[in-house]
T-cell receptor, first 112, second 115 residues
């Protein structure tokens, strides 16, 4: 089955700096890669996703890149703010009829 | 995206008892899922709740321990039976709009502590 590895497990950045979280997947048939943000005491929130026919997708300060050949994808957050502090999870699936496999999570702390 | 609510939001239960968690969605959805998130860990799929038929359980999870109901397209329940302290976790309901949807959304979770 699919295996998703996520790095780093913790990340501390200063406000205004950029943050990058990386994930690798094992199943070459995976074609959907979402990212979730989970704040303390809340459920995961879908913040951005990418499908395998696209190499990069942006939404304001966040972007996701995908390298199908290397089987890895990354989340980029620019101009970080304290409210970006949370745990971020990547995931992968083979598509609409397939379950999501999650990474182990990255705890991002944005310091003033 | 769908608005998902769960009840209760948290509970403290004694070992050996059972708790039923409810998940309500504000629109009809085809696919509903139940996840477990142990403290400080990632999300683990327990089962897919199927309307009108038995749930589909993942390896390591059985119906006797986690019975699931899904009477319609907006509601599901997960029961955690004969609880032990190892069942202390966050239980999350999750949905996809249709069988052709990629996007999956999560409820706020139910925080269960078993003493």
């Amino acid at each position: 089955g699919e295996n998703v590895e996520q790095h780093p497990s913790t990340l501390s950045v200063q406000e205004g700096d950029s943050a990058v979280i990386k994930c690798t997947y094992s199943d070459s048939a995976s074609n959907y890669f979402p990212w979730y943000k989970q704040e303390l005491g809340k459920g995961p929130q879908l913040i951005i996703d990418i499908r395998s026919n696209v190499g990069e997708k942006k939404d304001q300060r966040i972007a996701v890149t995908l390298n199908k050949t290397a089987k890895h994808f990354s989340l980029h957050i620019t101009e970080t703010q304290p409210e970006d502090s949370a745990v971020y999870f990547c995931a992968a699936s083979r598509g609409t009829a397939s379950k999501l496999t999650f990474g182990t999570g990255t705890r991002l702390q944005v310091t003033l | 995206s769908a608005v998902i609510s769960q009840k209760p939001s948290r509970d403290i239960c004694q070992r050996g008892t059972s708790l039923t968690i409810q998940c309500q969605v504000d629109s009809q959805v085809t696919m509903m899922f139940w996840y477990r998130q142990q403290p400080g860990q990632s999300l683990t799929l327990i089962a897919t709740a199927n309307q009108g038929s038995e749930a589909t359980y993942e390896s390591g999870f059985v119906i006797d321990k986690f019975p699931i109901s899904r009477p319609n397209l907006t509601f599901s329940t997960l029961t955690v039976s004969n609880m032990s302290p190892e069942d202390s976790s966050i239980y999350l309901c999750s949905v996809r709009g249709t069988s052709r949807s990629y996007e999956q959304y999560f409820g706020p979770g139910t925080r269960l502590t078993v003493t």
